[in-house]
């Protein structure tokens, strides 16, 4: 089971570890080069590698928010979660658009086994729990969205996605703060 933990958290953008991204956020990753940073292990480089992770991930959120707002009784977190519905719709939008660009088909997306296993996780929660489980995921999901856009801003293969993906990481990082913020406000309400 812990093989299969660490290996969705490498492999897909909606990983559950709970851990901080690897690095600080970064406020403008457009304009990194190939040359200035190593691939990441386990991020693609390729248009329809990233193209794919970029679109699951994008799917989660959307989904996971969705079913959040349904139970959710905090104003806060659904506020989060229908800003992540309109980011992440947002930069569906530009993924797409940037691979149209390259005349690069974009398939439909899909969540992979661990990307389903959360968003049940959050569909089965009750409203007591939904806000906790939401935040984990959200907080692990993003550390691994930002790890992917980051990579490929740096070392894709096809320049109008590494510009979109530049474009978006900064989006995801401020995700990453608003999450640092509920996460605080959870923690301060539970004591």
Request: charged share 25%; hydrophobic share 40%.
């Amino acid at each position: 089971m812990k093989y299969l933990f660490l290996l969705a958290s490498t492999a897909m953008l909606g990983a559950c570890n709970g851990s901080e991204p690897a690095q600080p956020p970064a406020e403008n990753t457009a304009s990194v080069t190939p040359s200035e940073t190593a691939a990441e292990p386990g991020m693609p480089t390729d248009a329809a590698g990233y193209v794919a992770k970029a679109g699951a991930g994008d799917l989660w959120e959307i989904e996971s928010s969705k079913a959040l707002i349904e139970k959710s009784a905090r104003d806060d977190v659904k506020a989060f979660a229908r800003m992540m519905i309109d980011n992440h719709t947002k930069s569906t939008a530009k993924v797409k658009a940037a691979a149209s660009e390259a005349s690069i088909e974009v398939m439909p997306p899909a969540l992979d086994a661990g990307q389903q296993r959360m968003l049940n996780e959050i569909r089965g929660a009750d409203a007591s729990a939904i806000d906790a489980i939401y935040l984990r995921h959200q907080k692990s999901a993003h550390a691994a969205a930002l790890a992917l856009h980051r990579a490929y801003a740096a070392n894709g293969d096809t320049e109008s996605l590494r510009k979109a993906a530049g474009e978006i990481a900064p989006v995801v990082s401020e995700h990453i703060r608003e999450l640092e913020k509920l996460a605080g406000e959870t923690r301060d309400a539970g004591q």
